[in-house]
């Protein structure tokens, strides 16, 4: 099993930025891909970045991509989402989601399909 520890949300303006937090627990935890997913009450979920186990893969959806860097941190399995020139429309609860993917298109990928493990979520507001 695959345990999700989130942190690094909070309340910012516009412009900005954050950093979340994703540590993973567990034995297998070094070899799943984590991506940051972030959902809007009343939307759809929207998955933001991914990193491959080696962490020699990355996708970011088009409104994450030149603003979000995702890193890992593969000592501790730590995944690090690097938000800067951050909007309002970025506001809402993002949390990270790690599996054992077999398709790994992008579409796949950030579809959300796959993933066993989440955590808990953490709100990130941002003001104008």
């Known amino acids: 099993d695959v345990q999700l520890v989130e942190s690094g949300g909070g309340s910012v303006q516009a412009g900005n930025s954050l950093r979340l937090s994703c540590t993973a627990l567990?034995?297998?935890?070094?070899?799943?891909?984590m991506t940051w997913f972030r959902q809007v009450p009343g939307q759809e979920r929207e998955g933001v970045a991914a990193i491959s186990g080696g962490a020699t893969i990355t996708y970011y959806s088009d409104s994450a991509k030149g603003r979000f860097t995702i890193s890992r941190d593969k000592a501790t399995n730590t995944v690090y989402l690097q938000m800067t020139s951050l909007k309002p429309e970025d506001t809402a609860v993002y949390s990270c989601?790690?599996?054992?993917?077999?398709?790994?298109?992008?579409?796949?990928?950030?579809?959300?399909?796959?993933?066993?493990?989440w955590g808990q979520g953490t709100q990130v507001t941002v003001s104008s």
């Open positions: 567990g034995s297998t935890a070094t070899r799943v891909c």
């Open positions: 989601a790690a599996g054992d993917l077999t398709n790994w298109s992008q579409s796949s990928v950030l579809g959300g399909d796959g993933y066993v493990y």
